[in-house]
Antibody
Framework: EVQLVQSGAEVKKPGDALRISCKGS????????ISWVRQMPGKGLEWMGR????????NNSPSFQGHVTMAVDKSTNTAYLQWSSLEASDTAVYYC???????????????WGQGTLVTVSS | DIQMTQSPSTLSASVGDRVTITCRAS??????LAWYQQKPGRAPKLLLY???NLESGVPSRFSGSGSGTEFTLTISSLQPDDFAVYYC????????FGGGTTVEIK
């Protein structure tokens, strides 16, 4: 069974660093890109960027360029989303999602993590 | 940057109704469009991909059509489990979601 299991909720202060995780299982982790999606409170879905687990190549949405970074650890089948300095406006639920097309950068998303709530408040 | 516009933003309907949601792209995305359903506190769930392909396990009352810049999601007979928010997603160039359509009980 394909699963993406994300790390738990976080409460941080503005300026803090943070890394959240997404662990894949039940499939060949390096064969499918992973995307990250933001959902701010009461709002819609926003695509943030994607990473190829086979070589860590990334593409960011222009809206998120320079503010977040993505990484993977192939040895543990885990993808990461990280911030060096959080802002209050980063408060949101963050989802990881597996690309449904094998080895494809552009794809729909067939499996999703359960989401990680990040709260940034002073 | 391809923009996605969904309409309506909210739709009130009754069980058994036929429901149609529209998604328009700012430029042609051929058929690279997916539809998702999201319920409160849950991750989105893939319903259809490549405009009209039904994801495995999704009821056949859901269908999709369109190409180029205009697409529709149709629920042929709305069921109680279908009250949710629906999103379209283009995956022609990078990715972008529409603003969402809330299907609520009339």
């Amino acid at each position: 069974e394909v699963q993406l299991v994300q790390s738990g909720a976080e409460v941080k202060k503005p300026g803090d660093a943070l890394r959240i995780s997404c662990k894949g299982s039940g499939y060949s982790f390096i064969t499918y890109w992973i995307s990250w999606v933001r959902q701010m409170p009461g709002k819609g879905l926003e695509w943030m960027g994607r990473i190829d687990p086979s070589d860590s190549y990334t593409n960011n949405s222009p809206s998120f360029q320079g503010h977040v970074t993505m990484a993977v650890d192939k040895s543990t089948n885990t993808a990461y989303l990280q911030w060096s300095s959080l802002e209050a406006s980063d408060t949101a639920v963050y989802y990881c999602a597996r690309h449904g097309i094998t080895a494809a950068a552009t794809s729909y998303f067939d499996y999703w993590g359960q989401g990680t709530l990040v709260t940034v408040s002073s | 940057d391809i923009q996605m516009t969904q309409s309506p933003s909210t739709l009130s309907a009754s069980v058994g109704d036929r429901v149609t949601i529209t998604c328009r792209a700012s430029e042609s995305i051929t058929k690279w469009l997916a539809w998702y359903q999201q319920k409160p506190g849950r991750a989105p769930k893939l319903l259809l991909y490549k405009a009209s392909n039904l994801e495995s396990g999704v009821p056949s009352r859901f269908s999709g059509s369109g190409s180029g810049t205009e697409f529709t999601l149709t629920i042929s007979s709305l069921q109680p489990d279908d009250f949710a928010v629906y999103y379209c997603q283009q995956y022609d160039t990078y990715s972008r979601f529409g603003g969402g359509t809330t299907v609520e009980i009339k």
